[in-house]
């Protein structure tokens, strides 16, 4: 899917992403306004006795026995909470249809009040053994459903042709079951770790992509600026585009979206053919800027174009491709 073809709308690009580099206005709070009351002399002395008396009364801290009787919050207890946990079965609650090749697929959670307890950034396993198979099929995703949210998880999968699991789970219908395990730890996040991140993506590489941008959106004191690149075949198979595009319209100061199309439509006005070395030079952070990260996650052809293979799940592998060739180093990208 990847080859160094030019983009015929290179220019527009570099224009855009000129503007999309000058920092905006810096925003000023207004000032405070102190608001001091008087009470009147003339209310006499009986009267500011008693008004002297209901402020101590309201004002004073609730005693033992009533402390007793204010409910305690505590926070959501998490589905998955790794270690010897072991396997979860979740059942299927809801199959949405998102194109010709993938869905969207609602696991229902032990119970109404869990959340999932995944952290960012990090995804689940799932696991299935057919008959006639030797070992069970066993495949990480990525839940597209915010952490926060109680009693479910959301999958988005799409079909491979001879994929046992994405097979499986598009042959599945609500109420029949599935084995999770979790979290796996991918690249842990902290608001503002850096100054600027880049996501390069491939078909359903784009989810974990998605939960760490939302993340930091979500979060009113993170202020990551973010930059997405995302390859696709064709404009009907960009997964949440509407959910990135609320984004850039909320954020257009730190967010932009780059969609690069193998088979474009008439009219198609961003990236055609492949994602290549021109595209990244124009729209990513210098490999020389201070604080920067570029995160990569695609099919097999996509990692050995853009960054070299991982070796394992727990090894990056070396730098190499498109982004070694642009001056980027070991410790700026990370593979998920």
């Given at each position: 899917m990847i080859s160094r073809h030019a983009l015929r709308s290179a220019q527009p690009i570099k224009?855009?992403?000129?503007?999309y580099a000058t920092p905006g206005p810096s925003s000023s709070g207004g000032s405070n306004t102190i608001i001091y009351a008087a009470v009147a002399a003339t209310a006499g002395i009986g009267g500011y006795y008693y008004y002297s008396r209901s402020l101590k009364t309201a004002s004073a801290p609730p005693s033992s026995a009533e402390q007793q009787t204010i409910p305690k919050s505590t926070p959501p207890s998490a589905a998955f909470t790794g270690g010897d946990q072991g396997w979860l079965s979740l059942k299927l609650s809801n199959v949405e249809e998102i194109n010709h090749n993938t869905k969207k697929f609602r696991f229902e959670l032990p119970d109404k009040d869990n959340v999932s307890g995944l952290q960012i950034a990090s995804a689940l396993l799932t696991s299935f053994k057919g008959p006639g198979m030797e070992k069970p099929a066993i495949r990480p995703y990525t839940p597209t459903s915010d952490e926060d949210e109680k009693g479910f998880i959301d999958l988005v999968v799409k079909r491979y042709p001879n994929g046992p699991m994405s097979e499986h789970m598009h042959a599945m219908v609500p109420e029949q079951r599935l084995d999770f395990k979790g979290p796996i730890p991918k690249y842990p996040?902290?608001?503002?770790?850096?100054?600027?991140?880049?996501?390069?993506?491939?078909?359903?590489?784009?989810?974990?992509?998605y939960q760490l941008a939302r993340a930091i959106f979500k979060n009113p004191e993170d202020k990551t600026k973010v930059t997405l690149v995302f390859g696709n075949l064709t404009e009907e198979d960009i997964?949440?585009?509407r959910e990135f595009e609320d984004l850039e319209n909320e954020f257009p100061q730190r967010f932009r979206a780059f969609y690069v199309l193998d088979n474009p439509p008439d009219g198609w006005a961003q990236g055609k053919g492949h994602v290549n070395p021109e595209l990244l030079k124009t729209v990513l952070p210098e490999p020389k800027t201070e604080n920067i990260k570029v995160f990569v996650c695609g099919p097999p052809g996509m990692y050995k174009a853009i960054s070299g293979a991982k070796k394992s799940p727990s090894d990056q592998g070396e730098l190499a491709g498109m982004l070694k060739e642009l001056g980027y180093s070991q410790d700026q990208v990370y593979k998920f």
């Open positions: 224009q855009s992403i000129r503007r996040w902290t608001p503002n770790k850096h100054n600027h991140i880049a996501l390069i993506a491939g078909g359903t590489g784009i989810t974990p992509m997964l949440l585009k």
